[in-house]
């Protein structure tokens, strides 16, 4: 019987704070566990779905309504997410003007602006200033993470991957709690303490407790990976913990950016 070829890791077209996409081999046993449906309650930027082995049936989810406009736009339209790509530079003008601009309903147009943001602000975070500032007084200017051709390249390989995915932005729990036989749920949820710093949709302390009190009563094969704290310790003391550090992929040249982070799972391994 031939052996099935193992698919090359792919890389997200986005820049997401806490990214997984450098430390995925830390992952690899956990993701390698033989499963029929994989399942993301919190794809983020995807690191972990694009560079993992695809699974017969998959399941994309976000609470942010952007992430499910970006995946759904390069699954069903790469190329012309690729052409608006190639037509812009990114300046500090541009910057401004699509940042009054008022949200549409077109998933393109949302997520065109949600790439370009992506691309151009501080660390990759939706909400911040452009990278070297407003007066672009630094080194760094706001395009050094915009190359179109890249991203057009990877846009266009992960649109492949993604063409049989259900994309979703419902709550976290529909995703858990849902039916289904051989799951293996890779969870990666905001940070407890610095996630409503980070990203546009955070999650409350009682949001937390109420992932935790799920992924304890859970039939599917679950792993999940979250900053280590004292109160994501408590929440989590019937399960296992696998502490893990590491530099994370945002301004990973700064010496005191090491992330410290917990391995929790159902999974005997």
């Not at 500090?92 to 147009?109: F, G, H």
């Not at 070297?132 to 050094?144: A, T, Y």
Request: a positive charge.
């Amino acid at each position: 019987m031939k052996r099935k070829k193992q698919e090359k890791p792919l890389r997200s077209p986005l820049r997401f704070p806490g990214s997984k996409s450098k430390v995925l081999k830390k992952f690899e046993k956990y993701l390698a566990v033989e499963h029929t449906e994989y399942r993301e309650p919190f794809v983020g930027g995807g690191a972990i779905f694009f560079g993992k082995q695809i699974a017969k049936y998959n399941w994309l989810n976000d609470k942010d309504i952007n992430i499910k406009s970006f995946l759904k736009t390069v699954r069903d339209n790469p190329n012309y997410l690729c052409e608006m790509v190639r037509k812009i530079k990114p300046s500090v003008e541009l910057w401004q003007y699509y940042r009054t601009q008022e949200i549409s309903n077109s998933d393109l147009i949302r997520a065109f602006r949600f790439l370009f943001f992506n691309r151009t602000n501080y660390s990759g975070i939706y909400n911040a200033n452009p990278i070297g500032g407003l007066k672009q007084l630094s080194d760094w200017k706001i395009d050094c993470r915009w190359n179109a051709d890249m991203l057009c390249k990877r846009i266009l390989e992960c649109s492949k991957k993604l063409r049989n995915a259900n994309i979703t932005s419902l709550d976290f729990s529909d995703v858990i709690t849902a039916p289904g036989e051989n799951v293996l749920l890779m969870v990666d949820p905001p940070y407890y303490e610095k996630g409503s710093r980070l990203y546009p949709v955070s999650m409350s302390p009682n949001e937390h407790q109420h992932l935790a009190e799920l992924l304890r009563d859970t039939n599917h094969n679950f792993f999940l990976t979250i900053d280590d704290c004292p109160e994501v310790r408590e929440m989590y003391n019937w399960a296992n913990f696998i502490p893990q550090n590491w530099y994370y992929t945002v301004n990973s040249k700064k010496k005191d950016n090491v992330g410290k982070e917990l391995f929790i799972t159902n999974i005997n391994i």
